[in-house]
């Protein structure tokens, strides 16, 4: 599967962006998604998650209660909303495809898109 995330930019702290991964081929909604991040000099982290089913997510402690997954298969897209952007969000957004049991690490991901960047201004 090909990924294609798109919706990065630059927002004031305490906005809101809403980054969408588009996914081609039609076994998408057999894939659990996930979207980490990476900062200048820091390593890739685990941002969100859902599952193929859509019934179960996983959030990073950072951003839990600030940022929402979600997919539409008839669409072959997943989301994350993110609200309350803070400076700290700033980084490279990556989604990443997942055959197997929903996962935390991007070791377990199979399929990676490009990139999108965000940039939270204080």
Not at 19 to 32: D, E, I, K, P
Not at 46 to 74: L, P, Q
Not at 98 to 118: E, F, K, P, R
């Amino acid at each position: 599967v090909q990924l294609q995330a798109s919706g990065g930019g630059s927002v004031q702290a305490g906005g809101s962006l809403r980054l969408s991964c588009a996914a081609s081929g039609r076994t998408f909604s057999r894939y659990n998604m996930g979207w980490f991040r990476q900062a200048p000099g820091k390593e890739r982290e685990f941002v969100a998650a859902i599952n193929w089913s859509g019934g179960s997510t996983r959030y990073a402690d950072s951003v839990k209660g600030r940022f929402t997954i979600s997919r539409d298969s008839a669409k072959n897209s997943a989301y994350l909303q993110m609200n309350s952007l803070r400076s700290e969000d700033t980084a490279v957004y990556y989604c990443a495809a997942d055959h197997g049991t929903i996962s935390v690490y991007a070791l377990a991901y199979d399929y990676w898109g490009q990139g999108t960047q965000v940039t939270v201004s204080s």
